[in-house]
């Protein structure tokens, strides 16, 4: 008699979702329609909308306003983007002189100590007298009496001065410091040009694209660096194109050209002379000490070496600050050419990108 009502209930139960399940039915059945229609209109609106946005693009295009400079105008630009230039170039020059005038008194420092201690030891003038004793019995001419004279001088000045490996290596830096100043100093002034011109960036680098590029040979490699490229933040490749083209141009040429240069000019002419002298005073000494051999006793002998000696060192007083002298001089006429040759110098790829530029706008400029 329990299972009846239990059994009701259930019914009552599975009725009560039957109907719920009919109720949900027909309501998705009413508004199934409206889906539908929703659906349609999604995508009309979506294919209607995009021939829309076609069409009125097609009609903008025709119509965009192209900003350009006028003519009068680009004169005047031109003029200042060649100053801005100018600017750039004052401003790495500056940092190359200044860096090179460093270089130049470091050098000083090596050709106090150890060059000249090293040159005027006694007794390394005591081997230069003997060698221009045997050079003058045995050679021809002047220059083979100079050249083979001076050759330990030449070896030792430019290892002990120069040390090539290392200036090969602070040419590098300073060529590097150079071109990374002559990049951002231009970037700067053309940033300054076109907001003094209030010039939109797609007109400035039109304008800018027209000046041309200047071409690099990097590693086998054309490279081709413009000023637009400059203008456009991108300073790190143009100092990369620049620096790479003056590995080929010759950082280690400049190095190569100016250790040739000191030891075949200048040092040359130096070294000659002073051998010259210390070849005759060789001679007479040489004979005065066969004769105190022969005729003198051992005191007066050793006298003559007293003298010998304190003779060396009054020559040394007065003779090296003249040798130091001159070679200063020949040290500023290399930090000069490392400066301002335009092949070899440290500034010879900015240079050249500098000067192809100009020339670009001197003709926009109607200038010869």
């Not at 259930?10 to 949900?24: F, G, M």
């Not at 290596?169 to 003094?196: C, K, P």
Request: a neutral charge.
């Amino acid at each position: 008699m329990s299972e009846q009502p239990s059994e009701n209930v259930n019914n009552v139960i599975d009725t009560q979702k039957i109907d719920r399940i009919r109720a949900c039915s027909e309501l998705i059945k009413s508004i199934s329609k409206f889906i539908w229609i929703a659906v349609v209109l999604i995508i009309i609106i979506h294919f209607w909308g995009n021939f829309s946005t076609n069409q009125i693009k097609q009609k903008i295009n025709p119509t965009t306003v192209n900003i350009t400079i006028p003519e009068q105008k680009q004169y005047q630009i031109s003029g200042d983007v060649a100053s801005a230039l100018s600017k750039a170039l004052v401003v790495a020059r500056e940092s190359a002189a200044n860096n090179l005038e460093q270089w130049k008194n470091e050098v000083m420092h090596r050709v106090d100590h150890p060059f000249l201690d090293w040159y005027y030891n006694y007794f390394n003038q005591l081997g230069i007298g003997a060698k221009a004793i045997w050079i003058n019995l045995y050679s021809i001419s002047e220059e083979e009496k100079a050249e083979k004279l001076i050759g330990s001088f030449q070896q030792e000045f430019a290892k002990q001065v120069f040390q090539p490996s290392l200036m090969q290596l602070e040419m590098e830096r300073f060529t590097r410091q150079a071109v990374d100043t002559y990049v951002s100093e231009t970037n700067r002034n053309l940033a300054g040009v076109q907001s003094a011109y209030n010039i939109p960036q797609p007109t400035w680098e039109r304008f800018l694209e027209g000046l041309g590029s200047i071409t690099y040979s990097s590693g086998g490699q054309q490279q081709n660096l413009t000023l637009r490229g400059i203008s456009r933040g991108t300073g790190y490749l143009a100092t990369t194109a620049m620096i790479k083209a003056v590995g080929v141009i010759g950082t280690k040429k400049v190095v190569t050209t100016t250790v040739s240069k000191a030891t075949s000019k200048a040092v040359t002419k130096l070294a000659t002379k002073t051998a010259a002298k210390a070849a005759a005073e060789g001679t007479g000494e040489m004979a005065v000490g066969l004769l105190g051999l022969e005729l003198l006793n051992p005191i007066a002998g050793l006298g003559i070496l007293v003298w010998d000696v304190w003779d060396h060192y009054h020559t040394v007083q007065v003779e090296r600050p003249i040798l130091r002298a001159n070679l200063e001089n020949y040290l500023n006429e290399v930090k000069e050419s490392l400066l301002n040759d335009k092949e070899n110098g440290i500034l010879s790829s900015v240079n050249k990108f500098h000067d192809g530029i100009l020339d670009s706008l001197n003709s926009n400029l109607g200038v010869g």
